[in-house]
Nanobody
Framework: QVQLVESGGGSVQAGGSLRLSCAAS????????MGWFRQAPGKEREGVAG????????NYGDSVKGRFTVSQDNAKNTVYLEMNSLKPEDTAMYYC????????????????????WGQGTQVTVSS
């Protein structure tokens, strides 16, 4: 079992920045992906970013490219999401997710590939 704990959410004005953290009790593998997803009320869950735990492969959802940056600190089993130029439409609950097996290729931003999920942290962007 893997526990994922997100932190860093909050309220910010449009154009502002936030940094989310996801602390994992352990990495399931150094050959798979961690992901960030978000879900706004009444909307489907949306993929934000994926990062390969072994390093080197990063993928972003189209709506956040150029504004969000995902990174990790393997020594701390922690993944980060730096969010800049925030927009009201970025308002959502943000979730961290981890895969259970080995993954080859680009990290997906589709939730069906991820096995473990955190409780989420709320991000609210006001105009």
């Amino acid at each position: 079992q893997v526990q994922l704990v997100e932190s860093g959410g909050g309220s910010v004005q449009a154009g502002g920045s936030l940094r989310l953290s996801c602390a994992a009790s352990r990495y399931t593998s150094r050959r798979n992906c961690m992901g960030w997803f978000r879900q706004a009320p009444g909307k489907e869950r949306e993929g934000v970013a994926g990062i390969y735990t072994g390093g080197g492969r990063i993928n972003y959802g189209d709506s956040v490219k150029g504004r969000f940056t995902v990174s990790q600190d393997n020594a701390k089993n922690t993944v980060y999401l730096e969010m800049n130029s925030l927009k009201p439409e970025d308002t959502a609950m943000y979730y961290c997710a981890a895969m259970g097996g080995v993954w080859y290729g680009v990290c997906p931003v589709t939730d069906k590939w991820y096995n473990y999920w955190g409780q989420g942290t709320q991000v609210t962007v006001s105009s």
